[in-house]
């Protein structure tokens, strides 16, 4: 009886470790970046694209509704639609994928709540890109354990951010130093933050 009983406890948890290894392998997929499709489709539509694939939303330059259906992005000139704002929240965007924005110029919010694959490389990443330095101005990091204070530092090369949101993020230690570091380097910041 306790082979039995040992053996059916092996069967689950190796299931359990499948069942995450099978959505880890999904989601790099959904991550891959496919440079033919950006030239031919444009940055934004491909970025938006890949956004929805992952379970982001999107909301674009002179709409007021957030796009979450993948099937229902707008039609027609590509040129016409331009990301503003970016909801990745519960997304599996990961650093992958992050070079599907590098060709974006006018978004102006980004949200990363209980993103479980955001960590400092894609905040240095993200903040790297010459096009989001010039137009992000608003942004939220929330319940994303992967971050720690290197990556919120890294923000600093945002220079047009004028609001940051950060919560819940346990691997940030130095609290007051990052906080200092990021006022300093951008002194129009509005900083708030709920790191208990």
């Known amino acids: ?73 707008p039609t027609g000139a590509l040129d016409r639609y331009k990301i503003q704002a970016i909801d990745a929240t519960e997304s599996c965007i990961m650093y992958r994928g992050f070079d599907h924005l590098d060709g ?20 240095d990443r993200l903040s790297s890109i010459e096009n989001l330095q010039e137009s992000l101005n608003t942004m939220e990091v929330v319940s994303c354990g992967n971050v720690t204070d290197k990556g919120v530092i890294a923000l600093h090369q945002l220079k047009n951010l004028e609001s940051l949101f950060l919560s819940d993020l346990p691997g940030i230690k130095d609290k007051q130093t990052t906080a200092d570091r990021l006022q300093t380097a951008l002194p129009r910041l509005d900083l708030t933050l709920d790191l208990n």
Request: glycine share 6%; charged share 30%; proline share 1%.
């Open 1 to 73: 009886m306790r082979l039995l009983s040992k053996a059916v406890q092996a069967a689950v948890s190796q299931r359990g470790r499948s069942h995450r290894y099978f959505w880890g392998w999904l989601n790099a997929v959904f991550n891959k970046v496919d440079y033919e499709r950006i030239k031919s489709i444009g940055p934004d539509r491909a970025a938006a694209e890949w956004l929805l694939r992952c379970g982001a939303k999107v909301r674009f330059q002179g709409f007021d509704r957030w796009h979450q259906d993948y099937n229902g992005l």
């Open 104 to 123: 974006l110029k006018h978004v102006e919010e980004m949200k990363f709540n209980k993103c479980i694959y955001i960590e400092d490389a894609c905040l």
